[in-house]
């Protein structure tokens, strides 16, 4: 049964345990900070929730279905697919490097029964299609798989971008601007690689 997270005890629960399965896993998360935090006791987070795997999948549906609705309600852009594959992808970095708890939490969630990048990789799979129906995307390129590259680049800049910076010195760790520069560089490397020939 799935616990309802409609009443304020609850919901101070999730709080509590979004924040340490965010920032320490489920492995390494404790109860005992958790209701701490929350200010309750360890039989009433077991009455809501049942166990810390279902207080662990209760937090990270809750965060799914956050990431669905934003990536969903992200403007569509104008203009010919590459230029909206390549606003797509920016729109999309700024909104998960935004919010780095719900990065940490899902690069946590491994093979759970969610699909947090289901609408991000629908949305992008519908651009390349378009592009590659009018001639401007290649027409070897797997949207499919371009789509998870693309948030390959995204989340794994994101969830390491502390070692990036320290295991590439001339990238400039201390600099403001080196997430953004990613950013760039790896919506040109995306939308460079699935260009086609020719002009459109």
């Known amino acids: 049964m799935e616990p309802k997270l409609n009443n304020n005890r609850a919901l101070r629960i999730a709080a509590a345990a979004r924040e340490e399965f965010a920032s320490r896993g489920f492995e390494g998360a404790r109860i005992e900070r958790i209701i701490r935090k929350a200010g309750v006791n360890k039989q009433l987070l077991f009455y809501y929730f049942h166990s810390k795997r279902g207080l662990f999948q209760a937090v990270l549906r809750t965060a799914v279905g956050e990431l ?3 990536l969903t309600g992200l403007p569509a852009s104008e203009g010919r697919p590459l230029e909206r594959i390549r606003e797509a992808l920016s729109l999309q970095f700024d909104y ?3 919010h780095p708890d719900l990065v940490n939490l899902l690069s946590y969630a491994g093979r759970a029964d969610v699909a947090p990048f ?3 990789i629908k949305r992008l799979v519908v651009l390349l299609a378009a592009g590659q129906g009018l001639g401007q995307v290649r027409d070897d390129v797997d949207p499919h798989v371009v789509a998870a590259q693309a948030l390959v680049l995204m989340l794994g800049y994101l969830r390491l971008e502390a070692l990036i910076a320290a295991s590439a010195p001339s990238l400039g760790a201390d600099e403001p601007s080196l997430r953004e520069r ?19």
């Open 96 to 98: 998960l490097s935004g």
């Open 118 to 120: 289901a609408p991000a």
């Open 182 to 200: 990613w950013k760039r560089s790896a919506v040109d490397l995306v939308s460079n690689g699935i260009a086609a020939a020719g002009p459109f």
């Open 68 to 70: 669905e609705g934003a």
